[in-house]
């Protein structure tokens, strides 16, 4: 078996591939990690077959989605996924084949409703239904802690002691554990009796992780997070340095409009000189009107230049091939200590 742990903070995921025919699955990817994880996959020659999230994350932003479009490969999810990408829907004990490999899901829902682990010869992938000395939250959407406790108690720590246990989660770099090492000292499981076991649950009083909403809204959708629809955007443009913009001013350029795309109250109180003011809530419908020469070369700035950057990539697919957009932004401008007319 071909077998790497590839952690992003916290977050752990997994390339498990079959020595003899290189197929392989990746596990619960994290999406920023998603060019990482095709180089690991290029440079070991494996083949992915399936990329599999345990469970709907509610805490981080998964990669299944963009990981599978690439690499052709479907994203597989327990059947109660609300995932509209999840192209293969898992139920309790349905076998995964990968090459020589056989993985078996089981369902174990109490973290969120939809959660599996997946069980091998000798490991079990146990995603946030059991971590390394915890065991995942169940005060999250669909989460609930009758669930968690028959998940544990009657399902998952019924395998053999010995088999190894892989987390999604360890804060505190440790690889792997086994049930057997869990049962014995992981301080969730030793509340066995049922009403025991929820109340200590529902009294933990945990803080909502961060970026919860957007992280349920992408996962949950195969929708976009913001950071990823800038990064887009930015990989569509070319940028104007300041230095190349007080230049042009300075020079009295003729062929750059400077488009400041801003809000009217702060295009007023301070714009680059020479700078003719289009909102970008309404930049497509007044393109026509504003922006009559589709040849010319257009620079958007904002305040910050990420308001600026969509603006541009927007542009340049209503057919301004020259639009182009202010690194740094009006702060930026104001900071190095160039003009600004009101
Ligand atoms: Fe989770």
Request: net charge negative.
């Amino acid at each position: 078996m071909l077998f790497e742990q590839i952690a992003t903070g916290g977050c752990q995921s997994y390339l498990v591939g079959c020595s003899s025919t290189r197929a392989a699955v990746l596990i619960d990817p994290e999406l920023s990690r998603v060019r990482e994880y095709r180089g690991h996959i290029n440079q070991l020659g494996l083949d992915l077959r399936y990329v599999i999230d345990t469970h709907t994350h509610a805490d981080h932003f998964s990669g299944g989605r963009e990981l599978g479009k690439a690499l052709d490969a479907p994203v597989v999810m327990h059947r109660l996924s609300p995932a509209p990408h999840a192209a293969l829907r898992l139920d309790d004990g349905d076998m995964l084949i990968v090459g020589e490999l056989r993985l078996q899901a089981l369902h174990t829902p109490g973290h969120t409703r939809d959660s599996m682990c997946l069980v091998m010869s000798d490991r079990v992938f146990t995603g946030d239904t059991l971590l390394i000395g915890g065991t995942g939250r169940s005060d999250l959407p669909t989460g609930d802690p009758h669930e968690l406790y028959e998940s544990l108690f009657e399902k998952l720590l019924t395998l053999p002691p010995e088999t190894l246990v892989f987390p999604a989660h360890d804060y505190k770099g440790r690889s792997h554990s086994t049930i057997g090492a869990e049962i014995a000292d992981n301080p969730r499981l030793q509340k066995r009796d049922r009403a025991d076991f929820v109340a200590m649950m529902q009294s933990l009083d945990l803080s909502a992780p961060t970026h919860l909403t957007e992280a349920l809204r992408t996962n949950m959708t195969g929708a976009k997070p913001v950071s990823q629809l800038l990064a887009e955007a930015a990989a569509k443009l070319p940028f104007m340095s300041l230095a190349e913009l007080a230049l042009r001013v300075g020079g009295n350029s003729r062929d750059l409009v400077i488009l400041d795309v801003r809000e009217k109250d702060a295009f007023e109180a301070g714009h680059i000189p020479g700078a003719i003011h289009l909102p970008r809530g309404q930049l497509e419908l007044r393109v026509n009107s504003e922006l009559p020469d589709p040849t010319a070369k257009i620079l958007t700035c904002c305040e910050f230049g990420k308001i600026s950057t969509l603006a541009a990539a927007t542009l340049r697919e209503l057919g301004y091939l020259r639009a182009t957009a202010l690194e740094g932004g009006l702060k930026g401008w104001r900071d190095a200590g160039h003009p600004l007319t009101v």
